[in-house]
């Protein structure tokens, strides 16, 4: 099963920085992705980066692009999400996810999350 410890949330002011990390344990697939959701109150749940476990490639919401930065130590099966020039509207519960897919099968898995909340 796999499992996260979430950690770097807080207060900050707006125009800040937060970094994020979320360690995984139980990870027994050679090709994943991990990374980011986040959700605001009474808002959806949405994406905002990730990084592949095979080639590092990434991805980013149009709306941190430029401003955050998402990177892995595969050794620690650590990703970290370093968030800069924060913004009011980033305030929300961010949550690590591992997914991945075999022919047959979508795993999708969540961690608890992390409180980030950005006063103007």
């Known amino acids: 099963e796999v499992q996260f410890v979430e950690s770097g949330g807080g207060l900050v002011q707006a125009g800040g920085s937060l970094r994020l990390s979320c360690a995984a344990s139980?990870?027994?697939?050679?090709?994943?992705?991990i990374g980011w959701f986040r959700q605001a109150p009474g808002k959806e749940r949405e994406g905002v980066s990730c990084?592949?476990?095979?080639?590092?490639?990434?991805d980013y919401a149009d709306s941190v692009k430029g401003r955050f930065t998402i990177s892995s130590d595969n050794a620690k099966n650590t990703v970290y999400l370093q968030m800069n020039s924060l913004k009011p509207e980033d305030t929300a519960v961010y949550y690590c996810?591992?997914?991945?897919?075999?022919?047959?099968?979508?795993?999708?898995?969540w961690g608890q999350g992390t409180q980030v909340t950005v006063s103007s």
């Open positions: 990084i592949s476990s095979v080639g590092g490639s990434t």
């Open positions: 139980g990870i027994t697939f050679d090709d994943y992705a």
């Open positions: 996810n591992v997914r991945t897919a075999t022919w047959n099968r979508f795993y999708d898995y």
